[in-house]
């Protein structure tokens, strides 16, 4: 952990540039979470001991956190593996409650300019103390909604991607 995230963490006018602006992005998440209706196809990945699994499905979110997903089928999913196959349930969403607690245990940074699904967005990266990726978070450039989240384990080991693809908003 480094002394100027420990200090950030006590006193955020000590966190650099770049930890301010991955809170502040995050934090314009949670607001466009709440406060926007959006649509598109979830599709989630999970790569455990029994290998990876893929699912994906419809959302609707209405404003003020419902959201509605209904399993969508994919033609080319392999039999042993369907689409719909049920897994954790999941949203590439972000609550404040999840805003509180990456703020009191990792070090959120901005990590610049990037593209999901042909879409502008910004980077947000977030670290353990030990300064290991816990999790990173595709915003989208204009929403500010997640477009995509991937989450690690203690070895960096990729444990979970989850995006959006064909993102609608209204």
Same mark, same amino acid.
């Given at each position: 952990?480094?002394?100027?995230?420990?200090?950030?963490?006590?006193?955020? =006018?000590?966190?650099?540039?770049?930890?301010?602006?991955?809170?502040?992005?995050?934090?314009?998440?949670?607001?466009?979470?709440?406060?926007?209706?959006?649509?598109?196809?979830?599709?989630?990945?999970?790569?455990?001991?029994?290998?990876?699994?893929?699912?994906?499905?419809?959302?609707?979110?209405?404003?003020?956190?419902?959201?509605?997903?209904?399993?969508?089928?994919?033609?080319? =999913?392999?039999?042993?593996?369907?689409?719909?196959?049920?897994?954790?349930?999941?949203?590439?969403?972000?609550?404040?409650?999840?805003?509180?607690?990456?703020?009191?245990?990792?070090?959120?940074?901005?990590?610049?300019?990037? +593209?999901?699904?042909?879409?502008?967005?910004?980077?947000?990266?977030?670290?353990?103390?030990?300064?290991? +990726?816990?999790?990173?978070?595709?915003?989208?450039?204009?929403?500010?909604?997640?477009?995509?989240?991937?989450?690690?384990?203690?070895?960096?080991?990729? +444990?979970?991607?989850?995006? +959006? =693809?064909?993102?609608?908003?209204?």
């Amino acid at each position: 952990q480094t002394s100027s995230a420990r200090a950030a963490r006590r006193n955020p =006018a000590s966190a650099s540039a770049a930890e301010r602006s991955g809170l502040a992005l995050l934090a314009q998440a949670v607001a466009a979470c709440r406060s926007t209706a959006f649509s598109g196809i979830q599709v989630f990945r999970f790569f455990g001991p029994a290998g990876p699994r893929v699912s994906r499905t419809e959302i609707w979110h209405r404003p003020g956190g419902q959201t509605e997903a209904v399993p969508v089928a994919d033609d080319d =999913a392999p039999p042993s593996q369907p689409d719909a196959e049920s897994g954790p349930s999941v949203s590439v969403e972000l609550s404040s409650r999840q805003l509180t607690l990456l703020q009191a245990s990792y070090e959120p940074a901005s990590a610049g300019p990037a +593209v999901v699904a042909g879409r502008p967005a910004e980077l947000v990266t977030v670290d353990r103390p030990d300064g290991t +990726v816990a999790a990173k978070y595709w915003l989208d450039d204009r929403t500010r909604l997640p477009l995509r989240r991937q989450l690690f384990d203690g070895h960096a080991r990729l +444990v979970s991607d989850i995006s +959006v =693809a064909g993102l609608r908003t209204g």
